[in-house]
């Protein structure tokens, strides 16, 4: 195995990731003031403006599930336990002691088990959830003739907050696992450059110098990995 620095990120990569950070991070701003917690600006400005980036967002997600299963990229986001056990150590306590990282990034799988495990959780039950919720709740003129439709609505409103918080959450774990290891910058860059370090097999990157030569950063001596 060989270390390189090889764009894995391609330009779609990086556009959704920061697109969809910036639409995450208004729509909890304007949920927290929907919710009372801050009054920075007006209730109405902050409802439309919720309902905006929600709808823009929902259409991001709609193109990147079609590009995710056009190009089979969906692949680098099936789970695996191999080496879960370990992964779940290091944050535990491992990297409280200086160990280093057991998951060590390949060209086919940069995401580590865990991480695997979270995203899974997020795309399957909390996006699913916010977005029925948010969309049920936004055509609530269309049902209110219901019997029970308040109560309805109250419920449909408490999911709704409950996958907000979550998110959020998850948001705050995310940003404190990138400080931990190498530092934030590292962890950062290859979203901002699209280039990682990854391990690559000789196939690969045998095949990366003959076909694919632009995913290469040029390194005249590529660190060896023994094993």
């Given amino acids: ?10 330009r779609f990569n990086r556009l959704w990731h920061w697109s969809q950070v910036i639409s995450i991070m208004l729509l909890l701003f304007t949920g927290f003031r929907l919710n009372g ?8 400005v902050a409802a439309g403006l919720h309902t905006v980036v929600a709808l823009a967002l929902l259409l991001l997600w709609a193109f ?6 056009t190009t089979d990229a969906w692949k680098n986001f099936i789970p695996t336990r191999r080496g879960l056990w370990q992964v779940i150590k290091y944050y535990a306590y491992g990297v409280f002691k200086g160990a280093e990282h057991p998951y ?6 940069r995401h580590n088990p865990l991480q695997l495990l979270a995203y899974l959780a997020l795309k399957l039950m909390l996006f699913p959830a916010i977005w029925v919720s948010g969309l049920i709740y ?8 219901v019997d029970g439709a308040s109560f309805l609505l109250q419920i449909v409103a408490n999911i709704h907050i409950l996958s907000g918080f979550a998110i ?15 530092g934030f910058r ?3 860059r290859p979203m901002v450059t699209g280039f ?3 391990e690559l097999t000789p196939e690969e990157e045998a095949f990366l110098k003959t076909s694919e030569p632009w995913r290469l950063q040029d390194d005249p001596e590529p660190a060896r990995v023994q094993g």
């Fill in 196 to 198: 990682d370090t990854v």
């Fill in 138 to 145: 936004l055509a609530y003129g269309l049902w209110s003739h």
């Fill in 37 to 44: 917690l801050h009054e920075l600006i007006r209730f109405q």
């Fill in 104 to 109: 060590r990034k390949v060209f086919h799988r």
């Fill in 186 to 188: 590292s962890h950062v």
């Fill in 1 to 10: 195995m060989v270390e390189r620095k090889v764009k894995i990120f391609t």
């Fill in 64 to 69: 990147v599930v079609f590009w995710l299963f």
């Fill in 168 to 182: 959020a959450a998850f948001v705050v774990v995310h940003v404190y696992l990138l400080t931990l290891g190498h």
